[in-house]
């Protein structure tokens, strides 16, 4: 079941090989099981470095990174200098607690394509490398103590289709028990 439009794109990025950071575009293109087109994440196989080192044959859950602008605006308040792009994200929304959505969750961007929540981004080691203290800041802990992620969530291309800021955000939750978005 599609819900109506909740969000919207504030920015997307993209870059080749693996960095930290991405650079925004005016564009990008999402391609069905591969993720952000030139993006060095994208790929069938995981590609994230420490992962591949791993297990190579695994899929690639992280093809699409995004993250809300209210995360932003959050580390701002807190002294950050972030912008969209910095924190390796390839869409910043705005609108949606993405965080909040079950696995299994649709996103539709723009006019064509669709993506599926696959989990969220564990905060590393990387984010303190690129500004003191933005790991523990990209993490909270709820009543019960267990740690919750905010610097984040993956998805996977289901629909080609070409994204750009200021495209409206469709949610479409999942049928049957949903489950919430874990690290992946």
Known sequence: MRTESTGYIVAVCLRRGHHFSKTPSLSIRLLAGLGVEGDGHMGALVQHRYDRRRDPARPNLRQVHLIPCELFDELRAEGFTIQPG??????????????ALPTGTRLHLGMHAIIELTGLREPCVLMDRFQQGLKAATQDRDADGNVICK????????????????????????AGARQPLAPV
């Open 86 to 99: 910095d924190l390796g994200e390839n869409v910043t929304t705005s609108g949606i607690e993405l965080a």
């Open 151 to 174: 610097a984040g969530v993956m998805a996977v291309v289901v629909a080609d289709g070409e994204v750009a800021a200021g495209d409206a955000i469709e949610v479409e939750l999942p």
